[in-house]
């Protein structure tokens, strides 16, 4: 099973449309999470720290079920700009390793006029 | 700008040529991370370091060999690379919650 786990899409979904992405991880001991937007053949880009209590930022909502190690952003009103791939990227301190960032393979996201 | 460099932004070598990639960070961050993406692929993650030791190796052909000098500086050099190697290479940092930033990336091409 892979540490961190997303739905590859694409999703494509029409201008204005209510989108949501979901995000399960293996590791319960996880510290911390966020979402990050990948444009084609660019670097990935901190989207959004996503915190217990579910947090906003405009148009994306985050929310994070520890219990089900589950995490998923929301994507309200959707824009033509919004079209890339969102990487759900976990966080873990290990005894071992120290610092430890996984990412997602991602969620390719389509947004058609 | 992320605060976090990569030169070369683009490189082609052939399979006999050594190179290095270099990534900067003045961040005050304490973990840097080489990742591989090839084309339409996931991130692979290559190469962990924290507080300047190597602390994950992630089945990484010896013929990338990283190299971190000190917290603000990475290195990832290559020998006798293969065309399949051809990829973007992405460094970053991150400090102790987690939050990462990349570089820009090189893109490589081995010829």
């Known amino acids: 099973r892979k540490e961190v786990e997303q739905d590859p899409g694409p999703f494509n979904v029409p201008e204005g449309a209510t989108v949501a992405f979901n995000c399960t991880y293996s590791?319960?001991?996880?510290?911390?999470f966020f979402w990050y937007r990948q444009d084609c053949r660019k670097e990935p880009k901190l989207l959004m720290s996503?915190?217990?209590s579910g947090n906003e930022d405009g148009r994306f909502t985050a929310q994070l079920n520890r219990a089900s190690q589950y995490i998923s952003l929301l994507i309200r009103d959707s824009k033509l700009s919004d079209s890339a791939t969102y990487l759900c990227?976990?966080?873990?301190?290990?005894?071992?390793?120290?610092?430890?960032?996984?990412f997602g393979g991602g969620t390719r996201l389509m947004v058609k006029p | 700008e992320t605060g976090v460099t990569q030169t070369p932004r683009h490189l082609v070598m052939g399979m006999t040529n050594k190179k290095s990639l270099k990534c900067e960070q003045h961040?005050?961050?304490?973990?840097m991370y080489w990742y591989k993406q090839s084309a339409k692929k996931p991130l692979e993650l290559m190469f962990v370091?924290?507080?300047?030791?190597?602390?994950e190796n992630n089945s990484v052909p010896s013929r990338f060999s990283p190299e971190c000098p000190n917290s603000s500086h990475l290195f990832l050099h290559l020998h006798t690379l293969q065309p399949e190697d051809s990829a973007l290479y992405l460094c970053?940092?991150?400090?102790?919650?987690?939050?990462?930033?990349f570089g820009q990336g090189t893109r490589l091409t081995v010829v």
């Open positions: 970053a940092s991150s400090q102790e919650w987690g939050t990462a930033f």
């Open positions: 590791n319960s001991a996880s510290q911390s």
């Open positions: 996503v915190y217990s």
């Open positions: 990227v976990v966080y873990a301190t290990n005894n071992n390793a120290g610092n430890m960032l996984t």
């Open positions: 961040l005050g961050h304490n973990a």
């Open positions: 370091y924290n507080f300047k030791e190597q602390t």
